[in-house]
């Protein structure tokens, strides 16, 4: 494998621009590469596993737009569903029976779903969730997890993962104390931390709200028996359950991580996949919690373009080809093998490394572990990950540009890619 530096001439110019015209340059924090040093790569278009920047250069993508391309980019029965779509207009702000056919393939796919709100993203989709939970329950407070991401409303930049991670700041300015004030966090993967929350606050919770498979602090499997546990003290303290299945819905089973533990929440919330790479988030849940929702019952939340027959054309098609037999099996396979294969390649290279993979999302992070929760997370070598990212990205492979985010695979994933992504990781490995 050779080792030369990639020209991304054209992506510096435009990312030099755009630091006139946007926040640091982006739409979204860390796409700006901070935590990884060097500059970003800009890009032109997408294609199955691939993404190619301005400059021409191809690279193999592990980050699938953050996790909705799942059947590869531009899947061709994804863009000819657009297209034809697209015909008929791109919003009708009424209703369209798209939106129930994708609700009801979720609520047919999601155990704790009898019925679903669409929205336009996972931030909105747990704003969402968030004002259902408080209102059926009558409390104010709830329990989230340190490293854990729900999106960038107020009451959930309280030690939160993400880019919130990746840049080290702790809460954002600009989130006044009251929004924060019923925020309590607990450590991820600590049912006694929870528990003594529960006893601390009795009759004060109205839920727990978690990434059931963490991917905001990087990869981070949950404990045997710690949804299990959740779900009990939920149900102990008259609290709800709430998985944000943002990342892991449709992405670690068909049915999420609800289906793949066999733990059933009261509420979920979706994103990301369900969208096929349009903007889409959901939340869903008990029949009669949702029915608190307007106009069925008092608690106000709208959208303009809301269940917009592109983005439920998106998330149909994606389901449908979800479906097809065969479809975790091989992302799956896959993925073990990614990860496998990348942890194996530290090992032999005298890296300590930890890490893992559920399905279509891996993780690997540069501290000997094991890790289970954000604190250990945060022992890894951010520089050292920094290296390998850049040495990765110059061998044509596109990975999160964050220690603390986790990696995604796709049915367009071959084995020949993976091939190639072990073997670059054992080049930059060996130098690093
Ligand atoms: N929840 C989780 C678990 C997420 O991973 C994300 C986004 N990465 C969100 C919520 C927020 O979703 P969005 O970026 O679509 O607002």
């Given at each position: 494998m050779v080792n030369t530096p990639i020209k991304t001439t054209k992506s510096q110019e435009i990312f030099a621009a755009a630091q006139n015209l946007m926040p640091g340059g982006?739409?979204?924090?860390?796409?700006?590469?901070k935590s990884v040093g060097g500059q970003p790569i800009v890009f032109d278009r997408v294609k199955d596993a691939y993404i190619w920047d301005v400059d021409g250069n191809q690279y193999i993508d592990y980050v699938g737009t953050w996790g909705?391309?799942?059947?590869?980019?531009?899947h061709p029965e994804v863009t000819a569903a657009l297209r034809e779509a697209l015909e008929k207009g791109t919003s009708f702000g009424a209703p369209s029976v798209l939106e129930n056919v994708l609700a009801e393939m979720v609520i047919d796919a999601v155990?704790?779903?009898e019925m679903v709100r669409f929205v336009n993203s996972g931030t909105e989709a747990c704003m969402g969730v968030l004002r259902v939970m408080r209102a059926f329950t009558n409390r104010d407070k709830i329990i989230k997890f340190e490293?854990?991401?729900?999106?960038?409303?107020d009451t959930f930049l309280?030690?939160?993962?993400s880019g919130v991670a990746t840049l080290g700041l702790p809460d954002s300015p600009g989130v006044p104390k009251s929004a924060t004030s019923s925020t309590l966090t607990a450590p991820y993967n600590d049912l006694e931390a929870v528990k003594a929350l529960f006893e601390e606050n009795k009759d004060e919770i109205a839920g727990v709200i978690l990434e059931?498979?963490?991917?905001?602090?990087g990869f981070i499997a949950p404990d045997a028996g710690f949804l299990e546990g959740l779900r009990e003290l939920t149900h102990e303290y008259g609290a709800l359950l709430v998985f944000?299945?943002?990342?892991t819905g449709f992405r670690i089973a068909y049915g999420g991580a609800q289906e793949k533990f066999g733990i059933t929440p009261d509420l979920t919330t979706l994103g990301k996949v369900i969208g096929g790479g349009l903007p889409v988030g959901a939340y869903g849940g008990r029949r009669d919690i949702m029915s608190?929702?307007?106009?069925?019952?008092?608690v106000y939340q709208a959208g303009t373009?809301?269940?917009?027959p592109l983005a439920m054309t998106a998330g149909i098609k994606t389901l449908e080809l979800l479906q097809k037999p065969g479809a975790y099996e091989y992302l799956d396979r896959i993925t073990k093998k990614l990860a496998d294969g990348l942890l194996q390649v530290a090992k032999e290279t005298g890296h300590a490394v930890c890490g893992g993979q559920i399905s279509a999302m891996f993780g690997l992070f540069f501290t000997s572990g094991p890790v289970h929760n954000y604190e250990d997370a945060k022992k890894s070598d951010t520089a050292k990950f920094g290296r390998f990212h850049r040495g990765m990205l110059e061998r044509g492979i596109y990975l999160?540009?964050?220690?603390?985010e986790a990696g995604f695979t796709s049915l367009a994933h071959t084995d020949e890619d993976i091939d190639q992504t072990i073997a670059a990781a054992r080049d930059v490995l060996s130098n690093l």
């Open positions: 982006v739409s979204s924090p860390v796409r700006a590469f909705p391309a799942i059947c590869g980019h531009a155990p704790s779903i490293g854990c991401y729900h999106g960038h409303a309280v030690k939160a993962g059931p498979v963490v991917g905001n602090a944000d299945e943002v990342m608190l929702v307007a106009p069925a019952g008092p373009l809301s269940g917009n999160a540009p964050s220690q603390f």
